[in-house]
Each structure stands twice: as structure tokens, then as C-alpha cells.
């Protein structure tokens, strides 16, 4: 994680800075990008794959990984989070997907935050 | 289970794509709930707690229900949106009237999704030292939890969409429909469906 001059984090996008202030309305404790998860190393022990989660939230002890993604193109990220998963059973974490996040940006009244996540296919449910 | 299309009800059913609990389910589930609030809360008169406006019939079905002694009051809060986050962290917009120390509260929930909003209600009013706070929640969503908050009793627990009716609404519409149900993508987007 990186901090702009005010102290605030760098944020990947627009979505995780709206999130970030929502927490902050409802007096949720949050860390940006703190902790990055290794998920494959090679032989040399050189790491190959990593995952850091975008939020922790210390009351909770839970990471938080937003996506953007549309569903199929969400496999990559599934695949990261069933890894996260088996290399590291004790650690909670929650990836909140692209139709979580319209469904709560609608909720709070930020239409115009949600409109880039509105896609179609977005809003299909799995059967 | 089969899929159960929305009984008529004028012109919000078209915008319904699916009864996810018929009218019927939720009073018999509503009459349940009392049962055990009953047993629980014999003798202690309890306040029960609601945040408008959403919990308004679920309160209402449920009181009525409630063969006991107990007190209702509602609270409001202004939600996180463009117009209240200039003003900083979350408010209430209405506080209870009944002083609450050394009192039993069953704060009375009609949906729990991320449970943002709750854990604050909750701090808020455990620091007025009751002698009880538990949870009631009509409608819970527990995949979309982000705050554990423990529920002492819980109606229904339901997937993960944007259900709307008995008192849940978007945009404050579907609030009246006497059952629950989903809302059709394209009420949701705005756009036409295809």
C-alpha cells in the first residue's frame, strides 16, 4: 500500500475509496492493503503468486476483497481466494463480488457510484 | 422448491420477479417468533427497539403476537448516502423517548445484511447500560455479513438479493406488498428488460 501526501491510501479505484467511507460513516476501523498472503513459490523458495486483500478490519479480523469483475471474468480471483483458503484456514476473509457491491451502493442511495458496476450481466443470478 | 410467481397486487407486481415468502410464511414465522420472545421475556417487560421505517409492519404483526407485557419505541438513523456523509459519521435522525438503563431491549430488526448499521445501533445503545440488549431479525442475510453481531432470534434466513415488500423497499416503493419478494433486474438498473 502507498499514501497519497494527506495520509490516505493510494486506492485501486473508485469502489474501494467509496468503501473505505462508508466504514469510516459507520465507525469501522479499517487498514488498506496491509498484509500480502503468499501463494506459490518456486522451488528456490522465490515467490511466485501473491494475494493482498484490499481491507482489514481489526474488530473483526476479517480481510475484504472488493471486485469489479464481471462473473466470468471473476475466475482468476476465485481461484486466488479457494488458495487463500487452503494455505491459510485460520484466516477470515470475505470477497465481496461486483453485484454485493451495486446491491450496496443502491442500498445507501449512490446511484451514480454503482452505474459502472451495473452491467447486465452483473445483476444475472447463478442458477 | 418451485418457483412462486407474485399474487396481484396492482402495479408494483409486474416489477416482482419472484414470492421468495408468501404472506402466510411470514405470519406463521411471525407467530413463532413471539412464541419464543414470549417464554423469554415473561415478566421483564421488555422495550422492544425498531429503526424506521422498514421494520414498521414486522413490529406491528409481531407486538400483536406478543401475549406479554412490553413497551415499543423507534429510532431513525440516516443511512450513509451523498446527502448525510458531508455531515461525518453516521446519525440519528430520531432517538428512543423511553430511557433505557437497567431495562431488557430486544432490538427488533426487519433485515440484516453487512450489519454496518446494527453494530452501531448497538454500541450506541449498550452504552446507555441495559440490563438486556438482544436481537430480533425478521429477514437475515448472513452471506453479506462484514460485522459479526450475535442474534438471539431469527425469522428467515434468505439468500442474497434485493428483496423488497413488508416493509423492505427500494427507493422507498414495495414497502405495502404483503409478501416478500425479489425485484426484476431491470427495476433495478433502471433500463428496460430484455
Redesign the interface.
Known amino acids: 500500500m502507498s499514501n497519497s501526501e494527506n495520509g490516505k491510501p493510494h486506492f485501486a479505484g473508485p469502489v474501494e475509496e467509496t468503501f473505505a ?8 476501523d479499517w487498514v488498506y492493503e496491509p498484509r500480502t498472503f503468499p501463494l506459490e513459490v518456486d522451488a528456490n523458495g522465490n515467490l511466485i503468486e501473491a494475494f493482498t486483500p484490499d481491507f482489514y ?1 481489526p474488530q ?1 479480523d ?1 480481510y ?1 476483497e472488493l471486485t469489479t469483475l464481471r462473473p466470468h471474468l471473476a475466475r482468476y480471483k476465485n481461484r486466488r481466494m479457494r488458495l487463500m483458503q487452503q494455505l491459510y484456514p485460520d484466516v477470515k476473509i ?1 470477497l465481496l463480488k461486483r ?2 457491491l451495486r ?2 451502493l ?5 446511484m ?1 457510484e454503482a452505474e459502472p458496476i ?1 452491467g ?1 450481466q452483473a ?3 447463478e442458477p | 422448491m418451485s418457483r412462486i410467481l407474485p399474487p396481484d397486487f396492482g402495479e408494483l407486481s409486474p416489477d416482482i420477479s419472484e414470492v421468495l415468502f408468501t404472506a402466510e410464511q411470514i405470519q406463521a414465522r411471525v407467530l413463532n417468533l413471539a412464541a419464543e420472545i414470549s417464554a423469554e421475556y415473561r415478566d421483564k417487560n421488555p422495550v422492544l427497539v425498531g429503526v424506521l421505517k422498514g421494520v414498521l409492519f414486522f413490529m406491528a404483526d409481531l407486538l400483536q403476537a406478543l401475549p406479554i407485557a412490553a413497551e415499543v419505541d423507534f429510532l431513525s438513523v440516516a443511512n450513509y448516502s451523498n446527502e448525510s456523509r458531508s455531515q461525518g459519521l453516521v446519525r440519528l435522525v430520531k432517538d428512543l423517548e423511553t430511557p433505557i438503563e437497567g431495562r431488557h431491549i430486544l432490538f427488533v430488526e426487519d433485515v440484516i445484511d453487512t450489519g454496518l448499521t446494527l453494530n452501531y445501533l448497538l454500541r450506541t445503545l449498550q452504552a446507555r447500560q441495559p440490563a438486556s440488549l438482544e436481537v430480533c431479525v425478521l429477514f437475515n442475510k448472513p452471506d453479506k455479513r462484514l460485522i459479526d453481531i450475535p442474534l438471539r432470534f431469527i425469522g428467515f434466513d434468505i439468500p442474497d438479493r434485493f428483496v423488497v415488500g413488508y416493509g423492505l423497499d427500494f427507493r422507498e416503493k414495495y414497502r405495502n406488498l404483503p409478501y416478500v419478494g425479489s425485484l426484476k433486474p431491470s427495476v433495478i438498473s433502471g433500463k428496460p428488460g430484455k
Request: proline letters at 0%; charged letters at 30%.
Open positions: 467511507k462508508i466504514l469510516d460513516y459507520y465507525g469501522i478490519l473483526q476479517l475484504i470475505k453485484r454485493e446491491d450496496m443502491i442500498k445507501y442511495g449512490l451514480q451495473q447486465t445483476q444475472l443470478r
